[in-house]
């Protein structure tokens, strides 16, 4: 490259105006810093952040000039992924730069000035103070500009104010820029939180009202984590029973409530909960609770377990008319929130490309069979518990695992080539718990049927709760490709289908093995009768089959 002109560095996408600002800066012996599209050696384009500076002798004629150029793609590379967050998000972004009277805007994106109702003109060059409510100004002149270049200022909460006068309450991030190793402005980033304050207020307002409730209740109330079994909550009336103060209860298990030699039948009373008020166990012993001094004293009790409250950590009033997406997004937040991880304001996981081979082998629902028309006799029915959760839970299909680079080699969901990562998915925590939920309900609705004379009201109540548990997971599958759902992702939707597809082939081909003709298959069930071509005594039992089949999947059948 010596001897060679700087010009070998550009090329079609390089903007003439900013090499006109280099060479308009040469000619007179100034400094220029610039940003410029430049090719490498392959041709391949990058962004480079370019400083002119002139060298002069001791008779200050320009002698040389020295150029610094510095890689700046991914820097630009991630602006503008921040920009197009910025589009689905109530999120603002502006550039400042130090100035005498404080910081002024340099730049913004388009939601600064439309979420303040100000056209772009008006808010360039403007100090940021003048967008700012009385109390952040104070704070924004004591020492937060003054921290914000040195990174001192991380997160801090400020109030934006509209052309109209409305508070618009903001996370602010200001993240420094420098030059030639001074910081000369702020990156800032502003999160909208508005509508986090009003939902903060109206839940402040219902909490403040069943605590209204809690306290002037007659009864004693206990109010326990469904998860841990520790108590949350009592009331007065339950101190009074208890004779020790509520901060000698709150914390305890809820069994520490109960004699100790019944604590395992109260567990169960507590995990199937009750239909109304009870005052025996199931051996008919009376119920009871046990004072601070050991004395055991007669009640009656109505244990009960809201479950999707529990698990959706929304308010009654919400749940009452939220659709099952929404409960499902909701369960998915708590996970997040557990794992620590922020919540997308809107879905925004693009497809990841494909071929169009793969996009046409992809695009397949559930196999369904050609069933033989007509009359049956002796037809047996398979089902498949929970078929497309439990897939999730088995295969580890998850929005943040599928289509991992780390296993590009593998092709986990059958037909596609879609990999799927050996670490734990979210989406696996969020239903497991799910799924051993409803199956302990379940096999609470087979004991009681199994019972001489079964409690149909505790019967409909066990119903209810496992219904409103299989919602969700029906919802599950479905809602990974529904496109405005947050954590969802159409290729774990495809993988979902995919391997589904190869699961009931798969029971087909053991049963038919087996010496079963199978007359029908519709996604997750399979009708089957003898095949009249195979003697009896060479034909498999059902149910060995179903068990070598479940083995197979690794999902009972």
């Known amino acids: 490259m010596l001897g060679e002109t700087p010009r070998f560095l550009l090329g079609d996408g390089t903007e003439r105006r900013k090499r006109e600002r280099l060479c308009e800066a040469a000619d007179a012996g100034a400094a220029e810093t610039v940003e410029l599209r430049l090719y490498d050696a392959d041709d391949e384009p990058y962004w480079a952040r370019l400083s002119v500076t002139p060298v002069r002798d001791d008779s200050g004629r320009v002698t040389h000039f020295v ?77 937060g500009y003054e921290r914000a270049p040195r990174g001192e200022l991380t997160v801090a909460e400020r109030e934006l104010v509209t052309a109209d006068g409305d508070r618009v309450p903001c996370l602010l991030r200001a993240i420094p820029r420098y030059s030639d190793g001074d910081p000369v402005g702020t990156d800032v980033l502003l999160v909208d939180i508005s509508e986090q304050r009003t939902q903060e207020q109206t839940l402040l307002a219902t909490r403040e009202r069943y605590q209204a409730l809690l306290r002037s209740a007659p009864d004693p109330v206990f109010v326990a984590d469904g998860a841990s079994g520790a108590v949350l909550e009592t009331n007065a009336a339950a101190e009074a029973l208890r004779s020790e103060p509520r901060t000698d209860i709150v914390g305890r298990h809820y069994t520490e409530l109960f004699p100790e030699s019944d604590r395992e039948a109260y567990r169960e009373l507590f995990d199937e909960g009750t239909d109304g008020v009870v005052s025996t166990l199931g051996d008919d012993t009376q119920t009871k609770l046990v004072t601070a001094d050991g004395e055991s004293v007669p009640v009656e009790t109505n244990l009960s377990t809201v479950e999707l409250v529990s698990r959706s950590k929304k308010p009654v009033q919400e749940l009452a008319w939220a659709s099952i997406g929404n409960v499902l997004t909701a369960i998915q937040i708590c996970e997040a929130h557990d794992r620590g991880v922020l919540v997308p304001w809107n879905s925004w996981r693009h497809e990841f490309y494909k071929p169009m081979g793969t996009l046409h082998d992809a695009d397949c629902g559930g196999f369904i069979f050609a069933p033989e028309v007509g009359l049956h006799e002796n037809v047996h029915e398979l089902d498949f ?106 290729e774990c939707h495809e993988a979902i289908n995919a391997v589904a597809r190869e699961i009931l082939l798969t029971a087909k081909q053991r049963l038919e093995a087996g010496g079963w003709r199978v007359v029908h298959g519709i996604v997750d069930s399979i009708w089957v009768t003898p095949d009249p071509d195979v003697d009896d005594d060479d034909r498999e039992d059902l149910e060995t089959l179903a068990t070598a089949i479940t083995e197979e999947v690794e999902i009972r059948l």
Not at 105 to 130: K, W
Not at 471 to 481: E, T
Request: aromatic share 8%.
């Open 67 to 143: 150029a610094i150029q510095q890689d700046v793609t991914e820097r630009r590379d991630r602006v503008r992924w921040l920009y197009r967050l910025f589009e689905h998000g109530p999120l603002m972004f502006a550039r400042t730069r130090a100035a005498d009277d404080g910081a002024v805007i340099e730049e913004c994106d388009p939601s600064f000035p439309e979420r303040l109702g100000h056209d772009r003109e008006a808010v360039i060059g403007e100090r940021l103070a003048a967008f700012y409510a009385a109390e952040s100004v104070s704070a924004l002149e004591s020492d």
């Open 385 to 490: 518990s929970s078929l497309y959760p439990n897939i999730i839970c088995t295969r580890n299909v998850s929005p943040d695992v599928i289509r991992c680079d780390c296993h590009s080699d593998r092709e986990d969901a059958p037909g596609l080539g879609y990999s799927i990562c050996d670490d734990r998915g979210y989406l696996v925590d969020v239903l497991q718990p799910i799924i051993d939920a409803r199956d302990e309900i379940k096999a609470a609705i087979r004991r009681e049927k199994e019972r001489d004379d079964p409690d149909e009201d505790h019967l409909a109540e066990l119903e209810g709760r496992s219904g409103a548990l299989k919602w969700i997971l029906v919802a599950c599958f479905g809602y990974q490709g529904f496109s405005n759902a947050k954590f969802g992702r159409i």
